[in-house]
């Protein structure tokens, strides 16, 4: 008969887990700084976004080049997300984030301080180096520290940075060109050289916590026994009957021995057994592809991306053209409708999830996380099928009164969807192998999202003669990949979480 005592943590371990002491740095200053960061990488996507015009005119560059900048950072991703993804089990994961946000922050002053098109495309580029670094290691390290009822909140405060950096780079960049304080070619470039220098004490800060051994994916004990200490927390707060938690995690082995069921593969979902110890980049790799669900959802995000790194590049320019506003008002427009649906959107979709995966997984963390997968992909599907036609009809229609209700209330079902995917990328996958799967997304939303859907945009607004609204309707309908994807994954997720509960009721008969 296994006693509680011998599987719950106690001493120091369990009051870190209670939140009684804080070795290192706390969970909610970690929330913070990471949050921060989002929120000023992509206040620097919103500045170049509203620049265009000004950077088109200085360097005499076509739509096509223009739209070139905006993918230029995905060469500099591309190279160093897989570097960073499998570094991340062998070096501390917060100098790797300092390291490469500090390529990011030079890259940025340089994009103020450059010359021509070719230095400006450079500079770009590295942008994508500290991009690399930053998203593929940020998510798992906030989600394996959030408190487990409120993960996916966590989760939504962190993506909901993305639309906000994105729409305060509009209205500050509006703002200030508005103001003439500075005239002339220079007035586009001093917002990049502030933002790049704006970053640098955070990675000072990160790179001085960098010595801080809590935050490791090479820790073995420790994401091994991660989630039987949050199930032991929770039946310790809410009262339950541990005993009965702590034993669905057990297994009896061969020799008699009592062994956590994801030591001995009992119950592993797809895509989640072959862990071990010093893994190669291509056994990585192969667990991290494995997964039907995993593919689904980032294809999905990636076809989503699409359509949002365009409107995000693009949109100003839309909102003057087809819609006649003035370039002041379009930008209050386009950053105002962006800010609300963006803020809305994400952090509705963070607590809808947290709300949809109460009671999930019957005291079992592994059947919690799949079981919260599979709500996370019910809720994508659903926000996937009705954003779908709003955002048609609002591209579509000749009225800035239909623009802003029906492309916002597309904006808002987009952007909750943030939360979900992200969170159920994190809990499909293994925690040593997060990071890559985290990459792998990022990668795809930029090589088959927003790297590509500007410059293809650029390409047919010139092959069109500039028809703003055909481009614009036709870039809509990109929408409907990610019903046609996740969809699927819904599908998949109930599959595994039937299959699982019927392994584990086996086991334990």
Wanted: some cysteine.
């Amino acid at each position: 008969q296994m006693r509680p005592s011998d599987t719950l943590p106690v001493g120091p371990d369990l009051c870190l887990r209670m939140g009684d002491t804080e070795p290192g740095m706390k969970p909610t200053t970690l929330l913070v700084i990471f949050a921060t960061i989002q929120f000023i990488t992509y206040l620097d996507r919103g500045i170049i976004s509203t620049y265009l015009g000004d950077i088109q005119d200085d360097y005499h560059l076509s739509s096509l080049q223009t739209g070139t900048l905006a993918g230029a950072y995905m060469v500099g991703y591309m190279a160093a997300s897989p570097i960073f993804a499998h570094l991340a089990t062998k070096y501390h994961p917060l100098f790797l984030i300092a390291l490469g946000l500090s390529v990011w922050s030079l890259a940025v002053v340089c994009t103020g301080f450059s010359i021509e098109f070719g230095t400006i495309l450079l500079a770009r580029t590295l942008t994508g180096v500290g991009e690399a670094s930053f998203a593929c290691l940020a998510p798992p390290l906030i989600d394996a520290r959030a408190p487990p009822p409120k993960k996916s909140l966590w989760m939504s405060i962190f993506y909901i940075n993305i639309p906000v950096g994105y729409a305060f780079g509009y209205l500050v960049a509006g703002q200030w060109e508005s103001s003439g304080t500075v005239s002339g070619s220079f007035a586009w470039r001093i917002p990049f050289i502030f933002t790049g220098i704006a970053l640098i004490p955070l990675i000072v800060y990160l790179f001085y916590k960098s010595n801080d051994p809590s935050f490791s994916y090479a820790n073995k004990e420790a994401h091994q026994n991660r989630d039987a200490k949050e199930a032991s927390r929770e039946s310790l707060l809410d009262g339950t009957d541990e005993s009965k938690s702590i034993n669905n995690d057990l297994v009896n082995t061969d020799d008699g021995s009592i062994t956590p069921i994801n030591e001995v593969g009992e119950f592993e979902t797809e895509g989640m057994d072959g862990i071990h110890e010093d893994m190669s980049f291509l056994e990585e790799l192969k667990i991290v592809c494995s997964s039907r669900i995993y593919l689904c959802i980032i294809l999905g995000y990636a076809a989503q991306t699409f359509v949002v790194g365009g409107f995000a590049y693009w949109g100003i320019k839309y909102v003057e053209e087809a819609l006649g506003l003035s370039e002041s008002s379009a930008t209050l427009t386009f950053g105002g409708l962006t800010v609300f649906t963006g803020v809305a959107g994400t952090g509705t979709g963070g607590l809808l999830l947290d709300y949809f995966r109460r009671g999930a997984g019957e005291g079992d963390p592994k059947l919690e996380k799949l079981v919260s997968t599979e709500r996370a992909c019910m809720l994508m599907s659903v926000c996937a099928i009705l954003s779908l036609p709003c955002v048609v009809l609002g591209m579509g229609l000749n009225s800035l009164y239909a623009f802003v209700p029906l492309v916002g209330l597309g904006e808002f079902l987009i952007f909750l969807c943030l939360s979900p995917i992200n969170s159920a990328i994190v809990w499909i996958t293994p925690y040593q192998v997060s990071p890559l799967a985290l990459a792998l997304s990022v990668l795809s939303n930029h090589l088959l999202g927003d790297a590509i859907s500007p410059i293809i945009i650029g390409a047919l607004l010139d092959s069109t003669g500039n028809q703003w609204r055909t481009v614009f309707v036709l870039l809509s309908f990109w929408l409907v990949w990610p019903i046609l994807l996740w969809l699927p994954a819904w599908k998949f997720s109930r599959n595994e979480v039937f299959r699982v509960r019927k392994e584990k009721n086996m086991a334990l008969c």
